[in-house]
């Protein structure tokens, strides 16, 4: 079954350092997210992609984060300044279309990130 | 905007029940999607099942089931013959199809199947 694949699982850094977390979307899908779960909290919208282009963005996705879609199958999260609240699951999904079933967003296995 | 409320923090089933996890939202969009999602203790997102707001009949998958009232806007999702290995969290969450609007997510129910 096609999956969602991110890169690292687990990733420390210090307090101020640039983070880059990696996602491989399912080939054939169209629309790339990033969400984030800070421990024992839900699930939060981070941002989307489509179109080699951010469609939508939360309040949370400030200036210190950007996504890129450098290649035709790596979509990745950069946070320029780590920053202690910053330190969460990292979730990258993917969807096939926005209509009925092909919306399902499909997610990676996570990515989580302490910061100290 | 689209809001999902989760009332129920932690359920306890006996093994082999079924139990009924309850899931509201809120949204002014005409058209929109109901989902479920599974996360165990390994912290992966695993989709359950989904439900669109004019399907006709409720969504089945297996042994979930989506208990879709729309006129009182609950989606909840129906576990029939619990297992050991559905102990995990479960997350309801929604999302317009008009445009690229966000999957939102409710807090979650934490799910305990007792042997």
């Known amino acids: 079954e096609p999956e969602v694949t991110q890169t690292p699982s687990h990733q420390v850094t210090q307090m101020g350092q640039e983070v880059i977390l990696r996602c491989v979307p399912i080939?054939?899908?169209?629309?790339f997210y990033w969400y984030r779960q800070i421990l024992g909290q839900k699930v939060e919208f981070l941002v989307s992609?489509?179109?080699?282009?951010?469609?939508?963005k939360s309040e949370i996705f400030d200036d210190q984060f950007s996504v890129e879609r450098p290649d035709g199958s790596n979509f990745t999260l950069k946070i320029r300044s780590t920053k202690l609240e910053d330190s969460a699951m990292y979730f990258c999904?993917?969807?096939?279309?926005?209509?009925?079933?092909?919306?399902?967003?499909?997610f990676g296995a996570g990515s989580r990130l302490t910061v100290l | 905007a689209q809001k999902i409320t989760q009332t129920q923090p932690g359920m306890f089933v006996q093994e082999k029940e079924a139990v009924t996890l309850d899931c509201t939202y809120d949204?002014?969009?005409?058209?929109?999607?109901l989902f479920w999602y599974k996360q165990p203790s390994s912290g992966e997102m695993i989709f359950l099942i989904y439900?669109?707001?004019?399907?006709?009949q409720n969504a089945t998958e297996g042994r979930y089931s989506l208990n879709f009232q729309k006129a009182r806007k609950s989606a909840n999702l129906v576990i029939s013959a619990s297992q050991l290995g559905d102990s995990a969290m479960y997350f309801c969450?929604?999302?317009?199809?008009?445009?690229?609007?966000?999957?939102?997510f409710g807090k979650g129910t934490r799910l305990s199947v007792i042997a």
């Open positions: 999904a993917s969807s096939l279309g926005q209509i009925s079933g092909a919306n399902v967003l499909t």
């Open positions: 080939s054939n899908h169209l629309y």
């Open positions: 992609f489509y179109n080699n282009e951010i469609s939508e």
């Open positions: 949204t002014s969009d005409p058209s929109y999607g």
């Open positions: 439900q669109g707001s004019y399907d006709q």
């Open positions: 969450a929604m999302r317009g199809v008009s445009g690229n609007t966000p999957l939102v």
